[in-house]
């Protein structure tokens, strides 16, 4: 049972529920508890069952639509965090036409990838809904983002409590934090950021203003 929202902590009489789904009216998120099958090691297995790296041409491609946005402040030598990059990270493979060195963090595959103090870009792509706790997961992003750098999201965007239920995106039992623009735009405000862009359908990109 959450007491508070997981990520702006509103208590919990700002939310609204529908079957294993909470909605917090406070900042859009709907988020649910993660099923005792998919913590720690179980967790670990399933994401390895996902054919993602830079072999599949395919996930290349679809993880250029996080790097399209800001390609032209892709500029050479500046530093790059793929954050949750799972076991196969592809960012860095893109990131190498570019110039620009790209660390690699996953807490399951690569929990000693963070190698700088701060970056000029983060990716956070396709792992924000799996964020247990996103209010400590984007304390630590936006703490290593440098004032004036770029972080470029990728997690579908939520269609409401009302058709949670017949959303793809939730058949993966993972996908614990859903997000709106509402979501982003509490986000943006609370950590001083500017949207410098949306698809309003997958891909969200801030820039970091103080």
Known sequence: MFYSC??????????AFKGEFTHCLVCDLIFRAPKASFTGLGEKKHYLLHQ???QHDGYVSFLKRAIDPIETHLLPNLQALDFGCGPGPAINYILQSYQISCDNYDPF??????KEKSYDFIFAT???????HPNQEFEKILGLLKVGGYLS???EIHPGLNKINDWYYIKDATHVSLYSEKTFMWIALK????LEYTD???VVVFRKTG
């Open 6 to 15: 997981p990520l702006c902590l509103s208590p919990n009489q700002n939310f």
């Open 109 to 114: 595959f690569f929990p000693e990838g963070i």
């Open 153 to 155: 999201m990728m997690t």
């Open 200 to 202: 309003q359908k997958r």
């Open 191 to 194: 950590y001083k950021l500017k």
């Open 52 to 54: 993602n790296g830079p």
């Open 126 to 132: 396709e792992c924000v809904e799996h964020f247990f």
